[in-house]
């Protein structure tokens, strides 16, 4: 009779441990309850990104998987002609309930590049967790961001234009493929930026 009870608590407890254990599961999304990967397609990579296949493929390096994923981007203060001195544009992925990127361009001017760059690792990341890259007058990026301070205006006070790329929740993957894909990334967005900003100032996004 005592070893039949002892079964029986066994077996419950076997069982009320399964259901916690798939509980669980079920409540972080892994398997088997883990939704399907959503898809991301060129078309619907924000224009702020520029090359949208080139964008759509890095995005896929360094987000994390989501059921679906959404994109909110927009030119919130275009630059008209050689005249206006603003530019203002935003591209926001969104994915789960959260913001995992953010990208900004704006018109910026500082007298020192590495001022800027204090201004944007502030914002975002620690000092020393950056490293430079070619591209502007002066880039630099992390696993968790990527910078880049390109000219725009040639004449007068030669405005530059600040684009940062900002991975807000990363996948789980090695820091320098994270690196890699918010670079490239940072340089799509750096050249969509300068020839929607109307920019006369040469630049090259891998120089």
């Known amino acids: 009779m005592a ?5 029986s608590l066994f ?3 076997a069982a009320l441990l399964l259901c916690l254990v798939l509980g669980a599961l079920y409540a972080l999304g892994l398997p088997p309850f883990a939704d399907e990967v959503g898809d991301i397609k060129a078309s ?3 224009g702020v990104l520029g090359r949208s296949s080139s964008s759509a493929t890095a995005l896929k390096r ?3 998987d989501r059921s679906a994923y959404t994109f909110d981007g927009a030119v919130t ?3 008209l ?3 206006d001195s603003s530019y203002d544009a935003s591209c926001f992925v969104n994915g789960g309930g959260k913001q995992l990127v953010a990208v900004t361009a704006e018109m910026a ?3 020192k590049a590495d001022a800027w760059v204090k201004d944007v690792v502030a914002n975002n990341v620690p000092a020393g967790s950056v490293r430079p890259f070619t591209a502007g007058d002066k880039a630099v990026a992390s696993d968790k961001v990527a910078a880049v301070y390109l000219p725009c205006v040639a004449r007068g006070g030669g405005e530059h234009l600040s684009v940062v790329v900002h991975l807000k929740q990363p996948r789980d993957a090695d820091s320098d ?6 670079i490239t990334l940072a340089r799509n967005a750096a050249l969509a930026a300068h020839q929607k900003a109307h920019c006369d100032a040469p630049f090259e996004p891998t120089r």
């Open 44 to 46: 619907e990579v924000c």
């Open 109 to 111: 001017q500082y007298d």
């Open 81 to 83: 002609d050689g005249t």
């Open 62 to 64: 360094v987000l994390p």
């Open 177 to 182: 493929q994270l690196r890699d894909g918010l």
């Open 77 to 79: 203060d275009p630059r």
């Open 11 to 13: 077996a419950g407890g």
């Open 3 to 7: 070893s039949t009870r002892t079964k």
